[in-house]
Structures are given as structure tokens and as C-alpha cells.
């Protein structure tokens, strides 16, 4: 379109463009068409897209969401297109989640594995920093679990869903608090445990005298506080 052809007061092309009125219904008809094929297609490809999604999963979404989105606007774009695209993407989908239920090397190609955060109470920075998360992000998600310090944790998974599992220990131990520390009233009420000291940056418990001064075995950081049951 030329600049000279656009006013502000062209209210039918503000409104519909360079189409008819008349592809207002056509329009309708084929969002029914293509809602009807999405939600087919959804179904086909199983119960998991409808639950979290893998990366293979939301790609297949996407695609779908891509060929779906040109055919519902476009009049010179037929619908036959987009059914063949749905067809190939659901095929492609359903071999692949076959090759990775026969395959373990294919499963760990397509759909990652999950990273130990935290193991026995500790804080696992490598397997973190692989996940991109930061401590704060770890300890929120704890504490939406009702965990208050690390010593009530055996196990804590990120899995390829991007999703959290956490495995509590049956013997809680003295732990690393993570409640923010601008929270004093609620850290006060809790059972701090004597000659017991956390690792700041790890959550390693050690049992000394009084505050350890040396580095931490575990991280190499030099900075403590008492741990709490």
C-alpha cells in the first residue's frame, strides 16, 4: 500500500483491511475449521499435551500454532496447506516419542536430563549453574513447599519439563535457614542448634566450638551461620 493511500479517517480499512466484508464469515469458517483441527491434533498426540510440556512437545505446539495462524487471515491461503502441515508435525511427534520410549540414548538427545540441586542437605552449584538458576530461585521454590532450611531436604531434581521435585528427608538434620534474612522475627523463632554452623553458600553443616573461621571443605567460601533444626 502507498503512504498517500492511508488516512486515519478510512475507517474500512482500519477495520478489515483490504478485504471484503464478506471474508468476516469466511473468516469464522475457517477458525472453526482450523480450532476444530488444533484440538484433533492435540488429542492425537496424547494426554501430555494437555499437561506440562516437554521441548519436543511445545515445539510440536508452535509448529501447529504457526500453520494454523497465516490460513485463519490470509484469503489467498488455503486450508489444505495447514491440515497437511498438522498431519506431518503429529507423524514427526509420535515417531519421536516412540524412538525415545525404545531409545534411553534417544531420550537423553531429544529430552534432556534432570539435574540434582540439592543432595543430603547440600547445595549441588555445578549441576545449578548448568540448570541457569540462582540460589534465591531454588530457596523460594523450597520455601512455596513449606521447607524452611536445607537439612529437611534429601533430593531436590530439576527435570527436562522444567519443572521441581523435591524429595524430603525421613530424618530431618540440622540445616542451612533459608528464610530471607530480613525476616528476623520468624529466623528467631526457630531451633537453632547448638555448636552446629551452616555454609552460607553450600548449606555443609559442620559441628565446631563457635563460628568456624576457615573455608568451607565443600565450596571454598568463608561464610557461616547457625544452623537450625
Keep these: 500500500m502507498k503512504p498517500e493511500e492511508i488516512h486515519l479517517y ?3 480499512r482500519i ?4 478485504v471484503p ?3 468476516l464469515l469466511e473468516a469464522a469458517l475457517r477458525i472453526l475449521f482450523l480450532f476444530v483441527l488444533l484440538i484433533v491434533s492435540i488429542r492425537v498426540m496424547g494426554r501430555r499435551m494437555a499437561s506440562t510440556l516437554t521441548r519436543n512437545e511445545l515445539a510440536a505446539l508452535t ?13 489467498s491461503r488455503g486450508l489444505l496447506p495447514a491440515l497437511i502441515i498438522a498431519v506431518v508435525v503429529i507423524a514427526f511427534q509420535r515417531s519421536m516419542a516412540y524412538g525415545v520410549f525404545k531409545s534411553k540414548k ?3 538427545v531429544f529430552m534432556d536430563h534432570n539435574n540434582v540441586l540439592i543432595a543430603d542437605g547440600c547445595l549441588n552449584h555445578s549441576e545449578v549453574r548448568k540448570a541457569g538458576l540462582s540460589q534465591e530461585r531454588l530457596f523460594a521454590q523450597l520455601r512455596s513447599e513449606g521447607i524452611d532450611n536445607l537439612g529437611k531436604v534429601q533430593r531436590m531434581y530439576f ?4 519443572r521441581f521435585t523435591i524429595l524430603q528427608a525421613p530424618r530431618p538434620t540440622p540445616g542451612l535457614p533459608i528464610i530471607p534474612e530480613w525476616d528476623n522475627g520468624y529466623i ?11 555454609c552460607c553458600n553450600c548449606g555443609l553443616v559442620v559441628q565446631a566450638g563457635r563460628m568456624p573461621t576457615t573455608e568451607c571443605r565443600r565450596c571454598g567460601q568463608n561464610e557461616w551461620r547457625e544452623a537450625v533444626q
Excluded: C, M, N, T
Aim: glycine share 10%; net charge negative; charged share 25%.
Design 159 to 162: 527435570e527436562p519439563s522444567g
Design 10 to 12: 478510512d475507517l474500512q
Design 21 to 23: 466484508g464478506s471474508f
Design 188 to 198: 528467631e523463632e526457630k531451633q537453632l542448634v547448638r555448636d552446629h554452623f551452616a
Design 15 to 18: 477495520l478489515l483491511g483490504e
Design 63 to 75: 509448529s501447529l500454532a504457526a500453520a494454523i495462524g497465516v490460513s485463519v487471515l490470509d484469503p
Design 106 to 108: 534417544l531420550e537423553r
